[in-house]
């Protein structure tokens, strides 16, 4: 099985990976480099499993749910955003160590079934779901905030006829 590697090098960190990295990478991993959206769409359908080996906290994973959404299951490491992602031994499986991840690949490959990975993002990512669940937040914001502030009616001092105005919750009104 080959392990391939897609995805955008920092100009910055160019001469430590061709210094220190690609001596180290076998015959059986091959870095590709940033690739299109197409490509990239293509190489998650053709693969096995997505290892997300980042240990940085990211906030929020699209490429899980990409890879999810084209049936492959993610082994991740047990950070971040991943937590919120990735149902543990369902769609793939989070981990603490490389070796965990290792030994968690085999399982993800022989145990998670791709329809699984699709359906769970369709049930849970679906633009529609997401934005039925951003209006309950605002709904819930909305209902909150309404429970707080008590509107109060403020009559203007001008010399045109008065017109009732309300004002949410300025209690320094009168």
Not at 17 to 37: I, M, T
Request: some cysteine; proline content about 5%.
């Amino acid at each position: 099985m080959k392990l391939l590697i897609a995805g955008k090098l920092e100009p910055m960190y160019m001469s430590y990976f061709e210094e220190c990295v690609k001596p180290q990478l076998g015959d059986d991993v091959v870095y590709l480099g940033e690739v299109s959206e197409s490509e990239k769409r293509r190489l998650m359908a053709g693969a096995k499993c997505l290892l997300f080996a980042s240990t940085y906290e990211e906030p929020f994973g699209v490429v899980m749910i990409e890879a999810l959404a084209c049936g492959t299951p993610v082994v991740a490491f047990n950070n971040g955003a991943t937590r919120e992602i990735i149902k543990n031994g369902e769609v793939g499986f989070l981990v603490e160590t490389v070796d965990e991840m290792c030994h968690a690949v085999e399982r993800a490959i022989a145990e998670v079934e791709p329809l699984d990975c699709r359906r769970y993002v369709e049930e849970n990512f679906a633009i529609s779901i997401a934005a039925e669940r951003h209006l309950e937040v605002y709904r819930k914001a909305m209902e909150l905030y309404e429970q707080r502030v008590k509107p109060i009616t403020v009559l203007p001092v001008f010399n045109e006829e008065p017109r009732p105005r309300v004002l949410a919750g300025h209690d320094d009104f009168g």
